[in-house]
């Protein structure tokens, strides 16, 4: 029999799952999809543009983000509906509930059940339709017809045309191309980038109000890179390639270095004039 584990091992490893979900989570947040929250929320409804013209021919527009811009936002959501990852959503939501045994309040319940039942919709292995079924069959009765719903197409094109080539998802949505694959992904990935910025909102309501102890450097730690120079400031040592090295952390770099500076560019401008003069 194994031994059992104290509070104090069970508190640090829910602690571990809510501070691995508010680091990943904050990095989904920063996403530019994300920042959009209105266009988000209207891709996320799946809605279509229906004009009707005088010969009641009716033409449906669906306009969604770039494919691209849609992929890099998967890749930062993935560990977040992984159930082996640290940062699995529901394992966040789990972990919360821990913490709020014996304090929590209905209003508070009410959140986490509404999260959970949210969380709970991102099934990779369910085949029910989240807003819509496609359905394809041959004109000429040569073939069955044959229903998909959006959730598997979206998980076919998640697993198999961006994180992984899952051939098994590819296959069984063989008649479906991977422009109706991403059309039913955009929607899906928009309503788990929502989904994943208000649980963090929620954690940060939470961790203010001290109802969880969380390590508040997760909150404010540099999540992403942004689009700034890398600049930094110090000497700079120039020595031919094969000259020793110096000891770490030695200020004496010893014979062959030489520091770099307006001097020394100066020359090595000029032997390179020369070089080429003489080429």
Partial sequence: ????????????????????????????????????????????????????????????????????????????????????????????LKAIKWFLRGKSTDQIDQFVSEFSAQWSRFDSNSEDAQAYMSQRWAVDGSEPITNVSDNVLAFAWLYGDVVHADSERLAAVEPWGVRERFRAAAPLICRLLETTVMTLNFVRWLSARGLIQLDQDVFSREVVVGDEPFIETGRVMVAPVDTQLPDPGSEEFGEGWQELDADSVRLLLQSQRAGDDSA
């Fill in 1 to 92: 029999m194994g031994t059992p584990r104290g509070d104090d091992e069970l508190n640090e490893r829910h602690r571990g799952w809510i501070e691995a979900f508010v680091v990943r989570a904050r990095r989904v947040e920063a996403h530019s999809l994300a920042q959009d929250r209105e266009l988000c929320s209207k891709i996320g409804s799946v809605t279509w543009k229906v004009m009707v013209g005088s010969d009641g021919e009716a033409t449906l527009t669906q306009e969604l983000p770039p494919e691209e811009q849609v992929e890099s936002a998967a890749a930062r959501l993935r560990p977040l509906i992984l159930n082996d990852e640290d940062a699995y959503g529901p394992k966040a």
